[in-house]
């Protein structure tokens, strides 16, 4: 079974669509993780949930907004999409906040905006 | 700054030794970490080593860390053609609540 999983792999859509990421994670972990990875490989950190409350929001665009309905789950729906937010977008997860707790990633979505 | 830098590309010879290099800013960082990312794949994390340590050996891969430098490496021992990808060293930075990630090395093995 699949640790942390992404739906879809593969998403091609036009400018100025809405679209959503889906993320599950059945480890029990209790908080998840959306990152975003360039054309570049840069991989950067967008958002932060433990037990389903924000903790971490880095400067993303308010386009761009997380959900998670329980903490197994934390959705990403970008709304006006543009050419830019073309990416791989992970998903993570990790037991806690304490440093040293190993963090799980999802296999990735390809977002391609046309 | 939380930048963390890498060198862009290694390439090296199948049997020889690669090692991957890299320099973190964050002083506070009390685990670092080796991720290893395939074409199309996801994050497959390698090894991490605990601030306290120096270094960290796992079959073929030892990890070095300078605290005094804040300089890492990984070390593979003869690399083989099922090593290439693109491998991340990242800390944990903003007390604790988020890993900052390098800039990745592209390492390619020729035979």
């Known amino acids: 079974d699949t640790a942390v999983s992404q739906t879809p792999k593969y998403l091609v859509t036009q400018m100025g669509n809405d679209k959503s990421i889906k993320c599950e994670q059945n480890l029990g972990h209790d908080t998840m993780y959306w990152y975003k990875q360039d054309s570049k490989k840069f991989l950067k950190i967008m958002f932060s949930?433990?037990?389903?409350?924000?903790?971490i929001n880095e400067t993303v665009p308010n386009r761009f907004s997380p959900k998670s309905p329980d903490k197994a789950h934390l959705n990403l729906h970008i709304n006006s999409l543009e050419l830019g937010d073309s990416a791989v977008y992970f998903c993570a997860s990790s037991q806690g906040r304490v440093v040293g707790n190993t963090i799980y990633f999802g296999e990735g979505s390809w977002l391609t905006v046309v | 700054g939380e930048d963390v830098e890498q060198s862009l590309f290694l390439s090296v010879r199948e049997g020889d030794s690669s090692v991957i290099n890299c320099t973190y800013t964050?002083?506070?960082?009390?685990?670092l970490y080796w991720y290893k990312q395939e074409p199309g794949a996801g994050l497959q994390l390698l090894t991490y080593i605990f601030s306290n340590m120096d270094m960290k050996q796992d079959q073929r891969l030892t990890v070095l860390l300078n605290k005094k430098d804040k300089h890492l490496s990984l070390r593979i021992a003869d690399t083989q053609t099922g090593d290439s990808a693109i491998y991340f060293c990242a800390e944990f930075t903003g007390g604790g609540n988020k890993l900052t990630f390098g800039t990745g090395t592209q390492l390619k093995v020729e035979l």
């Open positions: 964050d002083s506070s960082s009390t685990y």
């Open positions: 949930y433990n037990n389903k409350e924000l903790i």
